[in-house]
T-cell receptor, first 113, second 111 residues
């Protein structure tokens, strides 16, 4: 199974600032996924990141707020822009597709003051 | 849109007891269903994956079943241990590779 490393593991940020989360996978994967888990809630897909093309965003998420990079088949970044307290969540990177298990990193716990 | 529900939301059992967690989903057109555990403040650990053509999967003390036609899955944990305390999430994979997650069952195993 894929090993996924996320950085940072947690951060406390000021409102109005931006934070970039990094995700590294130990094998080449076609698709990488970014999820958000708000306090006390389940996971919601933000976007799917394919190498060599623009990310595909789910309803309610926009590129200006959550820009994503996918420079190669093992790495992706998610930026949370112009943060507000409502962005306080755990952000998770994930890989997997079709009939394969989905695997997740340990997540980035983000708190906005 | 797929809706995934998990009952109960929380469960507390004494150590050694067998238990069942439930997951239901509204759209039976799924590729597979996966069970995860999540420890507080952590990511998700995959426990079992059941393909849509399968009825059950087993791993150690865990057994997951799938009844696609009725939109139900169960996760059976035998001889529970305090280390099993976590939140258990089920997720169904529909088209476009999207996973739809339930809200989880928070399990506490009391020593």
């Amino acid at each position: 199974s894929a090993v996924i490393s996320q950085k940072p593991s947690r951060d406390i940020c000021q409102r109005g600032t931006s934070l970039t989360i990094q995700c590294q996978v130990d094998s080449q994967v076609t698709m990488m996924f970014w999820y958000r888990q708000q306090p006390g809630q389940s996971l919601t897909l933000i976007a799917t990141a394919n190498q060599g093309s623009e990310a595909t965003y789910e309803s309610g998420f926009v590129i200006d707020k959550f820009p994503i990079s996918r420079p190669n088949l093992t790495f992706s970044t998610l930026t949370v822009s112009n943060m507000s307290p409502e962005d306080s969540s755990i952000y998770l990177c994930s890989v997997g597709h079709s009939n394969q298990p989905q695997h997740f990193g340990d997540g980035t716990r983000l708190s906005i003051l | 849109k797929q809706e995934v529900t998990q009952i109960p939301a929380a469960l507390s059992v004494p150590e050694g007891e067998n238990l069942v967690l439930n997951c239901s989903f509204t759209d039976s057109a799924i590729y597979n269903l996966q069970w995860f555990r999540q420890d507080p403040g952590k990511g998700l650990t995959s426990l079992l994956l059941i393909q849509s053509s399968q009825r059950e999967q087993t791993s150690g003390r865990l057994n997951a079943s799938l009844d696609k036609s009725s939109g139900r899955s169960t996760l059976y944990i035998a001889a529970s241990q305090p280390g099993d305390s976590a939140t258990y999430l089920c997720a169904v994979r529909g088209g476009a590779n999207n996973l739809f997650f339930g809200t989880g069952t928070r399990l506490t195993v009391i020593p």
